[in-house]
């Protein structure tokens, strides 16, 4: 009986295993998009966080800067995909067992954990902005 029942969910097994290894892909891939533009935006601002350092900014105020910049590209991109994926439900509903499609639990912790991921990927050129020495920023160009 368990190597016929086995049979049975081979296929949504294997289809659950690709859904999730697209999924961390996705992930992976988002994260390390959001650190390439975040450490290019940082890169071409050398000039002004150094301006801004050399006028009286605090370390502190530069690291909001650039977070809030990169959390502002990663919450947009949330709420884009929050409902891409709500309209899309449909498509996996078949594959889901005892779990709706629309799940708001599913949803909201999937989003808090993108969230977290990509701020860890803004902190990074944040940190590395927030250190940036203004007389050599200055000289920069």
């Not at 086995?6 to 988002?30: E, K, V, W, Y």
């Amino acid at each position: 009986m368990e190597s016929s029942l086995d049979r049975s969910l081979a296929p949504r097994r294997f289809n659950l295993f690709l859904l999730s290894t697209f999924s961390c892909i996705g992930l992976l891939l988002g994260v390390i998009g959001l650190y390439g533009v975040m450490s290019y935006t940082v890169s071409q601002r050398t000039h002004e966080i150094g301006l801004r350092m050399a006028l009286g900014a605090q370390r502190g105020d530069v690291l909001k800067l650039v977070l809030r910049e990169g959390m502002l590209l990663v919450l947009a991109g949330t709420a884009l995909g929050l409902a891409g994926a709500f309209a899309l439900t449909r498509l996996i509903s078949s594959l889901l067992f005892a779990v709706s499609a629309a799940d708001p639990l599913t949803f909201a912790s999937l989003s808090l954990l993108i969230i977290l991921v990509a701020l860890l990927a803004a902190y990074l050129p944040a940190r590395r902005a927030s250190a940036v020495e203004p007389m050599e920023a200055l000289r920069y160009e």
